[in-house]
Structures are given as C-alpha cells and as structure tokens.
C-alpha cells in the first residue's frame, strides 16, 4: 500500500514528480452539486506560486491547472475530479552535476535505500512541487466545508517569533512571509535578505487556524481529529514538528492551567480559553481549530557539505539549483490546505454518522 | 469509517471501554511463524499497569491477557490474533457525580456532542484503558520486528528537563518515571509528591527511540514514515505535540546547522549527526529514530472548576476519582509500543515493495 | 493487509478458529444510539446454529454471544462493538488423523502454501464456524437498515430447483431447509437423507432478496453495490458463484428481453419487470435486490479419496468428523446476514454523500 | 469513501467521463525498476479499442496513452503512474436527445436518484469508457507478474456456447470475437450480423484463466483470491454473473465428483481435475484459476422502449448512438486486465507475509 492518497471520505491521489511532464491529482468522494470551477482553485494555487518574491524559488510555474473530470455545468457530480498540471520550467541541466551524490539534509539517500532506482531531476517526487497538488485538493476541500474559514500565518523565523498581541489577520497578506505582526514583517525582511545573499536558508514555525468547525468532528480513537492533522502536517516536505492548541507549552503546566473551563454564554456552551486548540478526546470542541507546525530551513545551501555519492566514495555538495531561502514561507498556503483536507474527511464521516443516528432514533 | 483501527498491514483494532466487562483488541496482518506467548505481551503490559508507584493511579487492574486465536503450538499461524482482558476493578460510584457534568480539560462536551450518548463510567471509550492494547499490539510488533530496539523515557516533567549528557538507559528502569537522568528523577520525587498531595497535576514529554532500523522503510508521499508517527503518537490520550530529530528546534536552524552531512566509516555510509531523527522524505536512514512527544496534565483534579453540564446549567466540577498526578509516565511504555507498531508496519510496507522489485530485477 | 475485516463505513473484523478457546468480532462504524441487546443477535445465531436437525453437523454448539462494548445502557454508543462467542464442542481428538494429510477439496494444501504452519483442528481459521460472526455483525447491520428487509431461501439442491411459481416465504420457515416451495422440500427431505446416510453431500444454490431499499445505494464503478454482493458472497465458505437478477441467464438474451421497461405507478417510478436485480450501474433502483449464490457439496465425505500428505506421500483420506451433507442449509443467514452489512455499510456511504450534497444545495 | 480505487498493495484509481477532456488513471504501488514503456500498455489498449470490427461501436477513440510519472529512463521508480487519455471522437450531440430520459437498462435513473445531478453525455461517468483504464492499469499489472500467463475467451453468445473440447487458443486472435472454437464462430458472425442489423443486441459470458499462479496467494477470510475476482468482473459495466471453476455446476454435483484429488507426479503436488477453479478456501492451490463471467446485452437498441423522464412523464424511448451489438466482445480484454490486477495485489499481499515469515523463521 503505497502512499501517494490522502483522507478517507474525502480523499486525494496524486501523482507526478518536479521534472517529469506533469503532475496531477484525482479528488475522490466530493459530493455532487457543489459549485465548482477553475478559478476556485486557481486563485489558492496562485498564492501557493513559487518566484512571487525574491524569497522563494525563481523557478517560474504559472501552476494552470485544467480540471479533466468530474464537474458538469458548474457543479461536481460526484464522480472523481481529475486535476492537471503541466510543467513548464524544468531546467533538468541544473541537476545532472548531483546525480550520483547525496546531499545532505535531502531524501537522496533514502530514496536509493528504499527503491534503488531515484529520479534525481529537481528531487523527482521528493520535490515541494508536489504541494501544489495539496493545495488544489484543499481548495476543492473549502468549497465542501461551508461555514469554515481556514487562515495560516508564519508566526517565527528562525529564533524570531512574532508577538501575538500584535497579530492582524490583515497584514497577513500584505508582506511576503505570510507574517501577522507588522514588525515582525519588516524584522524579516532584513534577516533574510541576508540569508540568501549568503546562500544559506532558515527555519520557520507555522500556525493554521479553522474557525466556524462545529463541536463533533473527529473519530476516536485512532483517527482523532489531531492525529488526522499531525499526520496531514508531518507528511509536508521539510516539516519536523506538530501541535495543538497549547502543545509542547501544555507539559509544562498544572492541571489547573491547562483544562479550558466552560460557561453559559448568550445561552450557548463556550469555553474560556483554548489551550486545547479546539479539541478534547480527538473531537472538536466548537471553538477555533489552532495547529503549529515547524519547518527546517531548506537544505539546498552554497555553502559545500560533506556527503557520499552512491558509489560509496566520500564527496563534497554545493546545491547550484534555484530555491528557497526559507521554505516555510510556501508551506503557509499547503498548511491552509492540509487542514482543511482534514477538516472535509471529518465533515463527511460524521456526517455519516449522524445520518445513521438519526435515522435511528426517529424509530 | 470509524476510527478504531490503526496501520495497513500490521493492523491492529480495539474496543472495550474504561468500565465495561472487558477490553480487546483483533492484531491483523502478523506474518506466520513468529514465535509467540502469553508472557511476551504480559511484559510490556506490566510495565504499563497502574498502581505501581504512588505516582499513577491507584486503580487495580492485573491486565490479564488472553490470546483468543491466531497462535499455534507457540507460533503465530497468519490468522488474526484476538486478545481479551477483563475488566476488574471498576469501582463506578466514583463516576455517579459527574454523569450530567462536562468536566473540564476532558472529552465529555465533545463525545455528547458527536454521539448523543455517553458511557460516562471513567471515561467510556475515551478512558485512558484504552492505551493497554496497544501496549499489547506493540508487544507482538516487537516480535515482528527483529534487530530494532525500541525504548523510551520521560524526559521533562512540567518545565525540568533532563540533562542529555546525563542520559543512562540503566537509569530508567531505576525509578517510578522512567527518567534517565538520576538527579532529575530524584528532583521530579519530590516534586510530584507535592502536586499529588495538593491533587494537582503536571504535563511532561516523552522521548521514544528506535535503534537498528534499516535505511528504505516509510512511503512517501502521505504516508511518510515520520507523518504515521505523528498520527501514532498524537492519537494517545492527552498528546498535544509531536516532533521527530531536532524537532521545532529546527525552525530556529541555518541550513548548514541543519543538515546531517555524511562520510564513509567503516565501508558504511555514517551520518555525523541526526538532525533528522532518523527519517528523510518519509523514509527512514539507518540512523536512530528519534520521537518525542508532549503529554497534556491530567484534567482530573482536586481544585473545582467552573463548567456545564448536560442540561446547560453552569456547575463547579471536582473529580474525586483515582487518577494519575502525571499521566505523562504511564505514556512512556505506550509511545513505546505505538513507535513499534508504525515500524511493523512499514517493515513489511517495505517487504512487499523489495519482493516486488526483487522480482522485476532478475528479469 | 491481512483479510480480516469486511465493509468501508459499516466494518467488521473477526478472529478465531474452529477449534481455540473462542470467537470473537469487532463491528466498527455502527451509528450511535442504535437500539441493541444480546438477543438482536442471538436470534439470528440461533437460526445459523448446527445441530438443529439432522441435515446439519451435530457439533452441539451454544453459540451464545457476548457484548463487551459499544452498548450502554440498551443503546449503541458509536464506539466499536466487541462480540465474544466461546467455543464449547471441540472434540479434537476427530482431526489428528488428517493432521498432515491433505484432504482434497478443503483449504488445507493451500493454507500450508501459504502459511507454512496451520491449525488442523476442524478447519482452524478455513472452518465454516467464522460464519457465525458474519451472522452476528449482519444482525447488528440489520438493525442500522431501518425499513428494509432481508430473507432468504436455498432454491436448489444438486440439479434440483424450486418451482418459482410455488415460492411462498412463509414455508421457508416449516422445513429444515430454508426451502420456498412445499413440494421441494418433501423431495430434499427423502433425497438428503439418502445422501446423509450414504456419507456423501451435495451442492445447493441460495437466493437472498432485500425489499424496501431506496434507489441510490452503491458507489461507481468499482465499489458497485453489486460488486461488493458478489465479493460478499464469494467470501462465503464453499461458494462458487455469483449472480444479481437474471445473472447468468442474461448471457443468453436480447436487449428487449433484458432491459427492465419504466412506468410511472401512483405517481412513482416503477420499473416492469426486474432481470436487473435491483442494481443499474452499480446502484440501486429501489426495486427488490436479487442475489444467487452457489454453494458447493462438502468435501468432507465418507467415500476414500486419493490425496497426498504434507511429506509428500500419496494417500487415502476419509474425513470421519461431524459434517453436513448438504453445507448450502447453512449458507442461508449467513448470505443474509451478508446481504445485511453490504447493504448497512453503502446506506452509510450514501448517507455522507447526500448530507455532503445537501449542505451544498443550500449555499 | 468513493469508490473510484481498486486494489490494496497494488491500486489504481482513475478518473474520467465518455464524453469529457480525458479518462485517466493513477496506479500506485507498482514496484520500483520494473521495466515499463507507452508500448507495454498501449498493445493491450488497442485490443479492447472500439472500432476494430462491425461487431463494436463505430467510435473512434485511438486510445493514445501518455505516461506522466513514476517512469524513469524505461524503469518504474515506484512513484505512482499517472496515465492520461485524451477523448477525441465524443461526438456529444448524439446524446441530447436522451437528456432528460431515463433509458432502460441504464444506469441513468440510478445516477440521477444518488447524485441529483448527472453528466448525460455518452453515459458520463457509466460509460464503458471508464475499462480503457482497467486495461491500461492491467497491462503494468501484467509487467509485476512475471511467470504468469493470462489469457481469455468468449465462450457463449446468447444461448449458443462453444464445445469446450474444440478449444485452441491460437483461434481466440483470429475471429472478432476472441472465439476459441473455430466453429462457433462462424456461426456467431452469422447470428450478430443480424441482431445488428435489427438494431438489437444479445448477452454473453467470458472466461479469462490464469497460468503459472503459486499455491499460497489469496487472504481469507473476507479478502479471499476468488471474492477479490467476483468484485473485480462484477464490477466491469454489464457484468450480472461470476463464477470460479465448476461455478453454479458445482451445486450440482456430489462431494465425490466435486472435490478435485491429489497424486504426486514427477516428485510434485498435482492435482487430478480442477473443479476448484485453482482456489481454495480462498487461497491459490497452483492450478490455472478459470473465472467466467456473464455479460448482459446492450441496452441502447432501436427498437422503441418505455421509459419515463425526469420530470416523471412516460416516455418511448430509442437509443441512436453508436452502439455494441454484443458488448461482451469488447468485455474480453477488460476481464484479462481485471483478473491481471487482482493477481498483482495478491501477488503483493503475499510477498510482504512471506518476508515477514521468512524473517521470523531465522530467529
């Protein structure tokens, strides 16, 4: 069981690899009569987009996705959607000179271990390129989930981690790290003007937020709705943490301090604070669904690295291609994305479920 | 689908609830012929047990277990394994109080929520009893996995955290938090005397490693070897954080600090260091694998709280229960098993790749 | 993935041999609040169980069933529902003589293949007894289908098939046999009995209906609700074929004759007739779903019959256990009981799609 | 959970309308450095085209297959292959006239009654358009199997059937039919020039049979070898009936003449007869596996039917399109590549329990 699908109810195929002719996805269990068209996804795609500023990758792919399948006269009809995306900018030459060695920090190594055989053109489907296909899925997601508005924000660049007192959802999209805190924004622009001059990269922390996910999604006890988003976020390139809500912060407090408390409210449940992130014995609870993701700086860096090549012979590495200063930037968008795969899979189960329910109970 | 099942060929799937007659688990997918007994899960088990120090849980459950089915003259015979524990000590009139009442911190709002019903007897299905099966799935993943070893420790309680130079797997076996760090167990004796005598908890972190895992297992792209074990670890009661290698520190990391560069010792190829965790693209290197993971201080307290109950009405909820002043120690053994169960079932993901390939190869 | 488990929404995994210490069942998926107690499914495991006249195997066994979760309080609570049957009679001591012999037509040559090791006593995991666990978990499912019904009849023995004409439900359940037709079952009767005593067996052909199903059930194109029946009943013990409505006979028509004619009736759509079966393109279409299986004699015969044994010696083997002369008695609720969870589990897959549909509609 | 995939270890998931941009298909799980090129798959597409004689709809659909993944320099890098086929022959105003009518037989009123929408043209996503990429996927199916043979035939036309002694499969490529007797189809070429001609259409049943299968594949109990094929044909559009060796004959006979005997030849496990269809108890015993299927007749014919729309008025309908008079023909190559697929996974399935045994054995 090769692992190139995500979710059950709501789920994803994808296929393709960085310098391959194209890659592509097939959305399965959409329901019939949503309102779908290209633009809906195009417009998460565009935000997604690789060269939109001298901080990612000058790799230039317009991302046009073509839909094959699946949406008549507007509206889904319940049968797969097929996804395609050609590839445009390939630039193979950029990569012969590492094709027998492994850089470090990269999957080259384990790919040989593992297939003994690697498409070593622009990481084949080890490459970011891949989370495209994510995010296209996720933009047929949100279509599904009504009522939910699902955000990201880069919240830390390396060591430098935003105040959360100054977040405004506004400024998210005003500079070109995603970032919240104006400040911050500028503080950045700076550092990491100066980490790609030096041809090194940085790591970056992540924070995906859903709001308007009512209290019942998620299914004990293995498919929790935050071992759904752990699994959705740790299988992003490059990511190497997850949590929710309070998450590592919550081993360091009392019981006290770390049970939301609840009242009446306008007659409504509500929870006076959320160091759960949205989420108690792996159902959501009604309140803002809050996932944080850490992402390792790029390891594609000038500086030459020690490393073997396949043949066993011990070499030094210096990646030449076009990339990312800090690749957590375009992991906002296929953050966003994740959850909000997530996020429609347990829509639709419950869904499931309550229907089974309440067919039950009317007996 | 519901959520009651975990992996794809080393499968294992539960029920049974914190005070129903019993609980059980169906092991799926174990090769034929593995040596196997009541006593090669009774140890994992017994570690496991609460009521072992005065720092868990008073209740008394032997944890008996019974294999059903699927072993044969000492040996697994490729038919699933049924395993029974009975239920003992359920003492339930501990719970009558706090039927109606949504305690705070634990899954009480969100299961009325999804199901409209609820075994409010210790918890139900969302009790912590639950993790025993997969202290048993893991003990018979470890029989399936031959030459990897697999241990764990507590590695911070609340905001002590060990010294990593003063790491000693001896150690761990020494004292009631299966803390590595002598003086650190020593410290946490004295600390968590007092947060129990106040009948207040405290969060931890647990580190889990797997030694003598072969570079090739994990399969990109969703089903990454590190993404299943975030979903393995955060669907343990009470998990809000999991990291692999260094982690979130990596966010704070310049490529070059990053990246684990590579030589040649001994004819082998050897990284010098393991930022990675043992995991690159999903797949495994031939280095340690390396889990870490943050447990949430039990909810149930002494100090009352303000919540709800069922009706809407706005209430003040002490649990009065037998409960775990960290429920972080009894997590170590299961983040344990729940690592050997994820490297089971990549192990033979894995197998059944090479035998495929192998094949093709002699064409 | 081991083949344990059976259905998508609707689930279930079961363990246990013939001849170990019990059998057990896990019904994952079934919607809470589900009305449920032990005599749901016993009455269905009573109508299943052997012994009960001559024409079955005279293995006395109680098959009295066990809840161990997912029930509370007379309700199902949407957590997973473990089912214990423990075996009562045995008597081993009836296989160690074919303890290495392979007796033709049974599982065992093949099971050894496979397996390398295997569990002789009666069958181990090939035995016929695992079908009460499909019986129970096709109880519960009967019990999520709320306004459909379920039955079955054997409608042949060896070349021997009912007049349709003469089919009348209520004489199913006046003879050993399940058998519609009145005239039929006196034939049976006399002709069994010879074949009983001869210590032969014989071939019979089943047909299960489902009335009350609405038009929309199954999932194109290769979960077809047709295509789940097919495997559902090819899992079957014995089985050798398959078919929906006019099944095989429809090879052998023209168009006119096979395509069923609509009309509208009291404002409903209705169809003229039904070589369908019930099901078009893998859906169904609100009509009676029909399906037939063939069940093939018992292989465990009094007659020697030439075979080889596990070292590769030639040999004769008789099969003197308890055994049924004709297994097809058996097969009717157990291809009921199929027809029950295959129908449970896409009444559920159904369910999310439309309320995924709905909520679109609305926007 | 949609059902758009087919297989486990071994799976393929398409997408795609008859009358759409493209079908395509993803199959994942395909072992790395298996040789494979457009031409592997592009021989077995062309045998199933349309087009080929007067005995198959006139379109013309070349078929082309582009590779967009998962190949590298002429091997498989055991990344997933997406497969596209662009539609070129759609030729959509055929169907406007049938729109809002319900043709009986179709598979229309089914989909309208699920989805509340439907794609009319050419059949949408019910059009037998949709086994192009069964084919595609069985062709690498056929590329992982190495050492097995897999062949089939057309063997009844109506109510005529060939004389099984007559059989030569050197015939089978030599009629449009894929008729292994040479004499029967003489006659069929006969009997369907007039059924075309009249506008009419006839049933037919398939048998597809595969060599050099080892004992030991298969995964009882739900997952066994012949209920993955009784899914695997039922699920091919017009499929209504599946058997595996003597099928519903086997009702028909006596223990004795059922049960296929044993007697070592040249030092092997040789069986006597093969009325087990080379299954037991799920499992391949390494004999041929037969499997036969019945195809129903075409339900687009001239002659006038009675059908309602969807508005709920009656209706005369006529089908005008290009149609099959005998769609069984074209079922042939759609069969080969079902039972190929089914093999590959099992194939799979047994490999990854092998290599798990295997490694226990040497403990």
Request: hydrophobic letters at 40%; charged letters at 20%.
């Amino acid at each position: 069981m090769a692992g190139n699908s995500f979710g059950t109810l709501f789920r994803f195929t994808t296929f393709g690899e960085s310098h391959g002719p194209a890659i592509g996805c097939v959305v399965d269990g959409v329901p019939p009569r949503v309102p779908l068209a290209v633009p809906d996804i195009q417009h998460w795609l565009d935000r997604r987009r690789p060269g939109q500023s001298k901080f990612t990758t000058q790799r230039q792919e317009p991302d046009s996705v073509e839909i094959l399948s699946g949406v008549f006269e507007g509206q889904t009809t319940g049968a797969p959607i097929g996804l395609l995306i050609r590839n445009v900018d390939q630039r193979s030459k950029d990569y012969g000179a590492i094709k027998d060695q492994y850089r470090p920090g990269h999957a080259d190594y384990a790919y040989d271990a593992k297939y003994g055989i690697r498409d070593y053109r622009g990481g084949g489907r080890a490459s970011a390129r891949e989370t495209a296909l994510r995010v296209a899925a996720g933009a047929i997601a949100r279509k599904v989930l009504r009522g939910v508005t699902i955000r990201g924000a880069m919240i830390q660049m390396g060591a430098d981690r935003i105040e959360r007192a100054a977040w405004r959802w506004d400024v998210v999209e005003q500079n070109p790290f995603w970032c919240p805190d104006q400040a911050a924004a500028l503080r950045w622009e700076e550092q990491l003007g100066a980490i790609r001059k030096a041809g090194s990269s940085i790591g970056a922390v992540i924070e995906v937020v859903a709001e308007g996910v009512p209290a019942g999604w998620g299914e004990p006890v293995y498919d929790k709705l935050d071992a759904d988003l752990a699994k959705a976020m740790m299988s992003i390139n490059a990511v190497k943490g997850v949590e929710i809500g309070a998450g590592f912060e919550a081993a360091t407090l009392s019981g006290e301090a770390n049970a939301d408390e609840m009242r009446m409210v306008g007659g409504q449940p509500a929870f006076l604070s959320n160091q759960a992130g949205g989420i108690l014995g792996g159902i959501s609870t009604g309140q803002p669904i809050v996932v944080r993701f850490a992402v390792k700086p790029t390891s594609s860096i000038l500086t030459p690295r020690r490393s073997i090549d396949r043949f066993g012979q011990e070499v030094e590495v210096t990646t030449k291609g076009r990339h990312d200063p800090c690749v957590g930037i375009r992991a906002v968008p296929v953050g966003e994305a994740m959850l909000a795969v997530v996020l429609a899979d347990h829509y639709l189960r419950q869904a499931a479920l309550q229907a089974g329910a309440g067919a039950a109970l009317s007996e």
